[in-house]
């Protein structure tokens, strides 16, 4: 696990903080917050993304001010800036480790925002010495909470599932797409999908999709039409946002499921489904391991 709080406890906490007070974030946490990133868990696809964080010191709090995220963060202390590894799931096993140093962060009362658009990747690249083929998906920003209450609202909007999330008969499904998921019908999966829907995700499309099928269950991705092909995306340069998404959700739905006692594995299988369009593809499947066979 990543800390002694409860994973379940710090993905609600977690929001999408866009203004930070303007102290620094102490050397204590950034210590913690490093050793964590050297030794975080693996990606699940065996890929290797490198990732830095830059914080301002009382010394230096100007040491970040040439960083531009187009006015959409605030104050922010701190950047957890990463780079991609080759792989074909690249992007995904991205996507689940900048999750899991973002999960890090919130157990020790950080706020955090992913940008995957609104930062100029060159500031960011210079600030990490990459090469100049590297690339940077998304950056996040990272910092202490300006506006405590705000977290607190937040954690109870999400608490009482008043925030912006589909139902979750659009996202889970029994055995083929046609079929919404009865939520006892997850059985003891249904806090891990639980978990799952209330991650974010690019622009809060949520594009994540689950069959479940006996004890395994499927991970798609349903783009969202018209996203990627959108000419403020096709300018910038923004890298596959969706496919950091599905990262994120498995991120998650394991962690959750390990904290669960539930046991499995990623498989890398496509089950013969019906897709419901050209849109969705396959991503993944978890496969639940009954426990005598762990
Ligand atoms: C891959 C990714 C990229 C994102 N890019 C941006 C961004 O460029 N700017 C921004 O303000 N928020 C960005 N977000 C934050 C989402 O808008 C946010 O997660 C979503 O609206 C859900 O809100 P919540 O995180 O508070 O639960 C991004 C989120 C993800 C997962």
């Given at each position: 696990m990543l800390t002694e709080k409860s994973i379940t406890e710090i993905i609600r906490q977690r929001f999408s903080c866009r203004s930070y007070l303007?102290?620094?974030?102490s050397a204590e946490k950034r210590q913690k917050l490093q050793d964590f990133i050297a030794k975080r868990p693996g990606g699940p696809f065996g890929g290797q993304p490198r990732f830095h964080l830059v914080a301002a010191d009382r010394q230096d709090s100007?040491?970040?001010?040439?960083?531009?995220?187009y006015g959409f963060?605030?104050?922010?202390?701190?950047y957890l800036i990463g780079t991609l590894d080759s792989g074909e799931k690249n992007l995904e096993d991205f996507g689940y480790q900048m999750e899991a140093i973002i999960l890090f962060a919130t157990s020790l009362d950080l706020g955090t925002c992913w940008l995957g658009g609104s930062f100029t990747r060159s500031s960011f690249a210079r600030k990490i010495d990459a090469?100049?083929?590297?690339?940077?998906?998304a950056v996040t920003s990272v910092g202490e909470i300006a506006n405590l209450e705000e977290a607190r609202n937040g954690l109870l909007r999400r608490q009482i599932h008043a925030d912006r999330r589909l139902p979750w008969e659009r996202l889970f499904f029994n055995q083929n797409f046609g079929v919404p998921l009865a939520q006892k019908e997850a059985e003891d999966y249904a806090v891990p999908l639980v978990m799952l829907r209330i991650g974010p995700s690019a622009s809060n499309k949520q594009p994540w999709r689950v069959v479940k099928d006996g004890n395994t269950w499927h991970f798609f991705l349903q783009r969202s039409q018209g996203y990627r092909e959108g000419i403020l995306t096709r300018f910038l340069n923004v890298a596959d946002l969706q496919r950091l998404d599905m990262g994120i959700a498995m991120c998650h739905f394991e962690l959750t499921a390990r904290e669960l006692g539930l046991p499995g594995k990623w498989v890398d299988k496509e089950p013969a489904l019906i897709k419901p369009d050209d849109l969705t593809e396959y991503t993944v499947s978890w496969v639940g391991m009954l426990e005598s066979l762990a």
């Open positions: 303007k102290t620094p974030i100007h040491a970040l001010k040439d960083l531009g995220t963060i605030q104050s922010a202390t701190g090469a100049d083929d590297a690339l940077i998906p």
